[in-house]
């Protein structure tokens, strides 16, 4: 038999747009990764509001009625991504470095302050995913890696 996960979704009303950030364990490590992902993105709001919906699924508006996140939670025989980071050496580092052309501003996930990589990996609830994109110096996310090949 599966086990309980928490889906965050953010959902954008106007366009029909949804994108799933992420699996976790509890209703509460979901809702951290919403915030730590606001956090990351210097999001300050004020109006947040939390509501269940009728299936049960936890809603989170801030702001605008058109962009929320739901927290759906579902039976899963899928185990959940790891949180654990296996960082890059400093040879693998500049090798994809020059690989992808990165600027000096763009960063690999290795390459962040402890802080930002910790954060990254709550928002998005996976230690291999976060590896899979370029950040800036505060750990905003630029761009897939994939996308920047040469």
């Not at 029909?16 to 979901?30: I, L, Q, R, T």
């Not at 939390?50 to 759906?72: F, H, M, P, V, W």
């Not at 905003?140 to 090949?149: D, E, H, T, V, Y």
């Amino acid at each position: 038999m599966g086990q309980k996960i928490y889906t965050n979704y953010w959902i954008n009303r106007r366009d029909n747009v949804v994108k799933e950030h992420g699996s976790y364990a509890s209703e509460e490590e979901a809702l951290k990764g919403i915030k730590a992902w606001w956090e990351l993105q210097k999001d300050n709001y004020k109006e947040v509001e939390e509501r269940r919906t009728n299936s049960g699924a936890l809603e989170i508006t801030y702001g605008d009625n058109n962009y929320y996140y739901r927290i759906i939670q579902r039976e899963s025989d899928e185990t959940l991504p790891s949180l654990k980071v296996k960082l890059r050496s400093k040879g693998e580092i500049e090798s994809l470095r020059k690989k992808h052309l990165l600027e000096d501003e763009q960063l690999l996930f290795d390459e962040l302050a402890e802080p930002y990589r910790d954060r990254l990996v709550q928002a998005m609830g996976d230690g291999k995913k976060v590896q899979e994109y370029i950040y800036d110096e505060q750990g905003r996310m630029i761009r897939p890696l994939r996308a920047n090949r040469a």
